[in-house]
């Protein structure tokens, strides 16, 4: 399978941000840190893309189904195939919805290259010691672990003020674990469809990731949980954010997690994790009434180039209401996955499909039943609200 994304790793002493390591690397070292990052986290989804094109329904034409010989058909219909696109879609082309699980990739592979790049010891260098208590509010996540006093989950604190603002909180464990917490909150002017969504735009984005890079039985293995809660909130025709009844609005929540392992020239030799993604849209229709739509994209499996997975879209959009079939698919080298037998997919329904334990607690934890609706659960209460009531970035 193909794979794009940074999902770079560090492993090294940390100096005077509270936390410490045993693990010591050269600063050369973190550049492939960051790129092994990208390239782990995108292959940890399959590849649905050819080249620089969007995907396409012809392209999606070439899959079986699991469980329902029929049901792939309803997915690749001229007014339903985008709700692949949308989630799989390639992040070079336009428009690249926030959904596109693959410009999460690429947009938090570049900002922890940035981080590498800046503060390539992360001791701090460009930010502000952050000691913490045994507990760090996050927003939308609200109170997470910060390890002990002795050995802080996040030491550093970098604010960011302006059009871009950010807050960002991020550390390395005495055990060379990595932890990324990345919050925004900005309005501006919108420019898009005005006459239905209204002239500003207030974007609510937190990014929060935990991953380790480190050798096994001589190759690179990294370990990734990355979580992205989104949510592009438009004041509507009265151009008032708090009468919400004509506000649009379109949110998106992703998760990637598992293991990687790295051939000896960097790209995925084995891949095996979960992903999904909850989209929720409120937007406008061509008579300015209102729709809501909503699509919950979940994979398991195995990754790399000829190894098998599934995956299930289940959504409101259109023809596919009601429609909860589970796909069986083999990631090839490029383009669409091929079609297999189902029987190459039944053990990922009822196990964790990474062979070795985490270096550190998935949190929230992950249900091992496939097909049990509260794997990734994703509805309107698990995402950032229309009105962004539970949203705040701590002030720290």
């Known amino acids: 399978m193909r794979v794009k994304i940074i999902l770079g790793f560090v492993i090294l002493g940390l100096v005077g941000c509270g936390g410490s390591s045993s693990n010591n690397n050269d600063d050369t070292d973190n550049t492939n840190l960051a790129t092994n990052f990208e390239t782990a986290a995108g292959g940890l989804v399959p590849l649905m893309t050819s080249g620089n094109s969007s995907i396409s329904k012809d392209e999606l034409s070439a899959a079986l189904t699991y469980g329902a010989d029929s049901g792939w058909s309803s997915y690749t219909g001229d007014s339903t195939y985008y709700v692949l696109t949308d989630v799989f879609g390639d992040p070079n082309v336009s428009p690249a919805v926030v959904t596109k699980i693959r410009v999460l990739l690429d947009q938090f592979a570049s900002r922890v290259g940035e981080i590498l790049s800046t503060d390539a010891l992360l001791d701090c260098t460009g930010a502000t010691a952050f000691s913490g208590s045994d507990e760090v509010t996050i927003a939308f996540y609200g109170s997470i672990s910060n390890g002990t006093s002795s050995d802080r989950y996040f030491d550093c604190l970098a604010v960011t003020t302006g059009d871009n603002s950010e807050t960002l909180l991020y550390g390395q464990d005495s055990s060379g674990i990595i932890r990324v917490v990345q919050m925004s909150d900005n309005t501006s002017t919108n420019t898009e469809e005005t006459g239905t969504r209204g002239d500003e735009s207030n974007i609510k984005q937190v990014v929060y990731t935990t991953f380790q890079q480190t050798t096994e039985s001589g190759s690179t293995v990294l370990y990734i949980d990355l979580q992205y809660t989104q949510a592009s909130i438009y004041n509507g025709v009265d151009g008032s954010f708090t009468s919400a009844s004509d506000n649009v609005v379109f949110k998106s929540r992703s998760?990637?997690?598992?293991?990687?392992?790295?051939?000896?020239?960097?790209?995925?030799?084995?891949?095996?994790?979960?992903?999904?993604?909850?989209?929720?849209?409120?937007?406008?229709?061509?008579?300015?009434?209102?729709?809501?739509?909503?699509?919950?994209?979940?994979?398991?499996?195995?990754?790399?180039?000829?190894?098998?997975?599934?995956?299930?879209?289940?959504?409101?959009?259109?023809?596919?209401?009601?429609?909860?079939?589970?796909?069986?698919?083999?990631?090839?080298?490029?383009?669409?996955?091929?079609?297999?037998?189902?029987?190459?997919?039944?053990?990922?329904?009822?196990?964790?499909?990474?062979?070795?334990?985490?270096?550190?607690?998935?949190?929230?934890?992950?249900?091992?039943?496939?097909?049990?609706?509260?794997?990734?659960?994703?509805?309107?209460?698990?995402?950032?609200?229309?009105?962004?009531?539970?949203f705040t970035i701590p002030t720290y």
């Open 255 to 390: 998760r990637i997690t598992g293991r990687v392992v790295l051939s000896s020239s960097s790209t995925v030799s084995d891949g095996e994790g979960d992903f999904t993604v909850t989209k929720y849209d409120q937007g406008v229709n061509q008579d300015s009434s209102t729709y809501t739509e909503v699509t919950q994209t979940m994979g398991r499996g195995q990754f790399a180039t000829g190894q098998n997975s599934i995956f299930q879209v289940d959504s409101t959009a259109g023809g596919l209401s009601g429609s909860t079939d589970v796909f069986c698919i083999q990631q090839a080298s490029s383009g669409t996955p091929t079609v297999v037998d189902s029987s190459n997919c039944t053990a990922y329904e009822t196990a964790y499909v990474w062979s070795s334990d985490f270096p550190f607690t998935l949190s929230p934890s992950i249900p091992t039943n496939f097909e049990d609706k509260s794997f990734f659960a994703g509805n309107d209460t698990d995402l950032i609200a229309n009105d962004g009531s539970n």
